[in-house]
């Protein structure tokens, strides 16, 4: 099967579409808690992502799953 989406540029496809959604909660102000963006060690907490760590994992993860049922991109 040829996928719209090739696999090695998957990370970058699903980074691109976590970054939409981490504008649209910086425009409203909104900040996730994260234990793990302490950890980090930046020194200006606007340097770092809103969804970070884990977070992102997961969502890019379930991105993952609902583009391979669709055959948008190639599962794991």
Do not use: C, H, T
Not at 27 to 41: A, W
């Amino acid at each position: 099967m040829i996928y719209p989406v090739d696999y090695d540029d998957r990370a970058e496809f699903f980074g691109q579409i976590i970054d939409i959604f981490e504008d649209f909660l910086a425009e409203k102000g909104i900040e996730i808690e994260n234990d793990e963006r302490e950890d980090y060690g930046a020194e200006d907490d606007e340097e770092l992502a809103i969804i970070f760590g884990s977070d992102y994992d997961y969502i890019r993860d379930r991105l993952a799953e609902m583009m391979a049922r669709w055959g948008i991109a190639e599962g794991d």
